[in-house]
């Protein structure tokens, strides 16, 4: 069954970057695309950037140009590097493969704050 288990996740300062990992079992990961979400406190789960099999990136508007989905397929990994942190992107980030419905990991916390 699908298991995902994130990390990296932590408290930094505005500006600060951090790098998100997602370990995936139980799937064949590289026939899978990979959403990374986050969900922050009083707010609606949102789709914050995904990749699909062959590569190919997307991304909320509010994260272009500073967040950069990337896979590992040999190591069943996506990241999350996430680049210029704004206070507003404090959230719980969770992964998932793209076609997995109803499951969630426990997700990694980020806050951004000075």
């Known amino acids: 069954q699908v298991q995902v288990v994130e990390s990296g996740g932590g408290l930094v300062q505005p500006g600060w970057s951090l790098r998100l990992s997602c370990a995936a079992s139980?799937?064949?990961?590289?026939?899978?695309?990979m959403d990374w979400y986050r969900q922050a406190p009083g707010k609606q789960r949102e789709l914050v950037a995904f990749i699909t099999i062959g590569g190919s990136t997307n991304y909320a508007e509010s994260v272009k140009g500073r967040f950069t989905i990337s896979r590992d397929n040999a190591k069943n990994t996506v990241y999350l590097q996430m680049n210029s942190l704004k206070p507003e992107d404090t959230a719980v980030y969770y992964c998932?493969?793209?076609?997995?419905?109803?499951?969630w990991g426990q997700g990694t916390q980020v806050t951004v704050s000075s």
């Open positions: 139980g799937f064949i990961f590289r026939l899978n695309g």
């Open positions: 998932k493969p793209t076609t997995t419905v109803g499951y």
